[in-house]
């Protein structure tokens, strides 16, 4: 790229691409330097030579109501690539007890939400009251702004009338919003993801997948830069942040080359800022820069007929936690996708294993699959998922401005009062964006 750069972005996960193309749309000449030889981050796809076939590195759930994804997406004009159901509709199977079902019918918010509350028949009376106020409760939590004691989900949930039904209920929920244990994740993170959930419209409540892989989310994000004026190079590797008298000046990347431009938004994993920055700049980013990861483990399995009895399905006793229906697939087959979150249990055990108890877990929750024959398998693992949603890993998650004029931070760990999710880094990218002058 040639002449003048207003801006450098560093990595194309779904931050890097948000805060980049924001800047683009604005006018701004933009470089999008990138480690990888393709965007996404730690959410991709790619084509199988051997069979043709779009594979993405795990199975990714998006919500309809992500605002920040859906603007993104339009700015691209890839809407289209995600499949969203017409409002939240979630069916669950419970060992030992059955199926049961939670739907918001097209109803103005909240009374949406009431409905499908009042219907659940996994509810007990008490458990269906506690969950009316859930909205209300959730805002008062948020409210509270760090006032009151750090509480995980399950701490909080067991503060309402009919605990135990309302759980059953929500547990999974948050298990797969956080990725963390509802016994260890952040209350006040899933408190905000049920705030937005709540008060969207029906219509905007449901989950979405993408009709064939998360690449095709970005598809036309190099041409959307260029055309505006940018560049984007993979392969690009930055090594380290240039500033000069307290404001940000360009990179340095790896066999010596240097960028220079007087904004810098670096949108990469949490462990690798603090090495990055120079050691008076990153001290602040210590505790953030050593947290944890929490692994995700997820599989496909291929059956010869449709087995789901809905699109989505959360699996309740079993150590598989969801199963999602991802249609057919091209020369036969119905794929399956399965998820565990927060899968500390698993990250180690063999995918033959892990592909053999996923499959028993379907045969036993879904009548359709014991007939069926399994055409193929494939197990994924994700060590570095996402960062912990611990209670006391939040205060550590920085905003986006640092002590360096012009050095943004974007990503999904940052501070956007979300859990670490898709949402979570394009939120954090268009902030970023908001601030480079």
């Known amino acids: 790229m040639s002449g003048r750069v207003d801006a450098i972005v560093v990595g194309a996960g779904f931050a890097g691409v948000a805060a980049a193309t924001s800047l683009a749309e604005r006018g701004a000449r933009?470089?999008?330097?990138?480690t990888r030889q393709r965007p996404g981050g730690r959410a991709y796809s790619w084509t199988d030579p051997a069979t043709g076939e779009v594979r993405d590195n795990g199975q990714h759930v998006l919500g309809a109501f992500y605002d920040e994804?859906?603007?993104?997406?339009?700015?691209?004009?890839?809407?289209e690539a995600l499949e969203a159901d017409p409002s939240l509709t979630l069916r669950f199977w419970e060992r030992g007890r059955g199926g049961f079902e939670l739907h918001c019918p097209r109803l103005p918010s909240p009374f949406h939400w009431l409905a499908a509350a009042g219907s659940c028949t996994r509810l007990s009376p008490v458990a269906r009251a506690s969950a009316l106020g859930l909205h209300n409760r959730a805002r008062a939590l948020?409210?509270?702004?760090?006032?009151?004691?750090?509480?995980?989900?399950?701490?909080?949930?067991?503060?309402?009338?009919?605990?135990?039904?309302?759980?059953?209920?929500?547990?999974?929920?948050?298990?797969?919003?956080?990725?963390?244990?509802?016994?260890?994740?952040?209350?006040?993170?899933?408190?905000?993801?049920?705030?937005?959930?709540?008060s969207s419209r029906a219509s905007a409540s449901g989950l979405?997948?993408?009709?064939?892989?998360?690449?095709?989310?970005?598809?036309?994000?190099?041409?959307?830069?260029?055309?505006?004026g940018g560049s984007v190079r993979y392969r690009a590797t930055v090594l380290g942040i240039r500033t000069e008298a307290g404001a940000v000046?360009?990179?340095?990347?790896?066999?010596?080359?240097?960028?220079?431009?007087?904004?810098?938004?670096?949108?990469?994993?949490?462990?690798r800022v603090g090495w990055m920055l120079k050691p008076d700049i990153a001290e602040p980013y210590r505790a953030i820069s050593a947290a944890?990861?929490?692994?995700?483990?997820?599989?496909?399995?291929?059956?010869?007929r449709p087995v789901l009895p809905a699109r989505f399905v959360g699996l309740l006793g079993t150590p598989t936690q969801w199963a999602f229906d991802r249609g057919a697939v091209a020369g036969g087959g119905f794929q399956i996708g399965t998820l565990r979150s927060a899968a500390f249990d698993d990250i180690e055990r063999s995918p033959d294993d892990l592909a053999k108890e996923t499959e028993r877990d379907l045969l036993e929750a879904f009548p359709e699959a014991r007939g069926a024959r399994v055409l193929a398998r494939r197990v994924y693992k994700e060590r570095r998922a996402t960062v912990r949603s611990l209670p006391e890993i939040q205060p550590s998650r920085p905003g986006p401005e640092t002590a360096v004029r012009g050095l943004l931070l974007a990503g999904d760990w940052t501070d956007t009062g979300l859990p670490p999710t898709i949402e979570g880094a394009v939120l954090s990218g268009h902030r970023a964006a908001d601030l480079v002058r």
């Open 69 to 79: 994804t859906m603007r993104l997406l339009q700015r691209l004009g890839t809407t």
């Open 249 to 271: 000046t360009g990179v340095s990347l790896h066999g010596g080359a240097a960028e220079e431009a007087p904004a810098v938004i670096l949108s990469v994993p949490h462990e």
């Open 30 to 34: 933009v470089l999008v330097l990138e």
């Open 208 to 228: 979405a997948l993408p009709r064939r892989g998360l690449g095709d989310l970005l598809e036309g994000f190099e041409r959307y830069v260029e055309e505006r």
């Open 142 to 198: 948020l409210a509270e702004n760090g006032s009151a004691a750090p509480r995980t989900v399950d701490q909080w949930l067991a503060e309402a009338p009919g605990y135990e039904d309302l759980a059953a209920l929500l547990r999974p929920i948050a298990l797969a919003v956080l990725n963390e244990d509802p016994r260890e994740g952040s209350a006040a993170l899933f408190a905000r993801v049920l705030d937005r959930l709540l």
């Open 292 to 304: 944890p990861w929490s692994p995700i483990v997820s599989t496909v399995h291929t059956f010869d």
